[in-house]
């Protein structure tokens, strides 16, 4: 069964302290790694997409990397306003798999100044 | 440009009525996807439209639920008597080709059943 996990379920940072969080999976074929930001209230804002291992994304403060069993988001020296829920999601390969995302659980993060 | 909008933004409604939820996604984009997020849970997949393909149904968890899509873009989700389970945020997301582009997501319509 194709599955996603995520950790840690939340994350205290001081502004500044840079750290990762972590997205483990299970999926029969990769067609690709999403990763989302949440705010309260709110729809998930679409942040990276990785294709295969080894490959790396940036944005701002933010960096998305990509092995064949889990990708890491690493931010760098962040600030309040990068405090929300950080959604990772996979699509599968296949005929039967229409595309859909399966999402992990998320990691609320809160930065503090 | 516009983004995927959705309406209501938040519905209250009773214990076995019907409710009707409506998604208009990003100008040019054919497929349309519908999500749940309830407290607790993770997003979990409802149901995909592209194009003039059948549907996939397969994440629709009862046959209270069904969604059709006019033209080609706007989609309602319909929940024929609600229960309190039903309670959650149910998002609409939209991209220009299934699983080749990222989806991007609506504000979402927050059920309440009551």
């Known amino acids: 069964e194709d599955q996603v996990t995520q950790s840690p379920e939340a994350l205290r940072l001081q502004e500044g302290e840079s750290s990762s969080l972590n997205c483990s999976y299970t999926?029969?074929?990769?067609?690709?790694l999403f990763w989302y930001r949440q705010d309260p209230g709110k729809g998930p804002e679409f942040l990276f997409t990785?294709?295969?291992a080894g490959e790396e994304k940036e944005k701002e403060r933010l960096k998305a990397t990509l092995t064949k069993k889990e990708s890491f988001l690493h931010i760098t020296a962040p600030k309040p306003e990068d405090s929300a829920t950080y959604l990772c999601?996979?699509?599968?390969?296949?005929?039967?798999?229409?595309?859909?995302?399966?999402f992990g659980q998320g990691t609320t993060l809160q930065v503090k100044p | 440009g516009a983004g995927v909008s959705q309406s209501p933004s938040n519905k209250v409604t009773e214990k076995g009525k019907d409710v009707e939820l409506r998604c208009d996604p990003i100008?040019?984009?054919?497929?349309l996807y519908w999500y749940r997020q309830s407290l607790g849970q993770g997003l979990e997949f409802l149901i995909y439209?592209?194009?003039?393909?059948?549907?996939?149904k397969s994440g629709l968890p009862s046959d209270r639920f069904s969604a059709e899509r006019t033209g080609g873009s706007v989609s309602t989700l319909t929940i024929q008597r609600t229960q309190q389970e039903d309670s959650a945020v149910y998002l609409c997301?939209?991209?220009?080709?299934?699983?080749?582009?990222?989806?991007?997501f609506g504000p979402g319509t927050r059920l309440t059943v009551t």
């Open positions: 999926v029969s074929g990769l067609r690709g």
């Open positions: 100008s040019g984009h054919t497929a």
């Open positions: 999601a996979v699509q599968a390969t296949g005929s039967s798999n229409t595309g859909k995302l399966i």
């Open positions: 997301a939209s991209s220009r080709v299934d699983g080749l582009y990222e989806q991007y």
């Open positions: 439209f592209q194009g003039n393909s059948a549907p996939d």
């Open positions: 990785l294709y295969s």
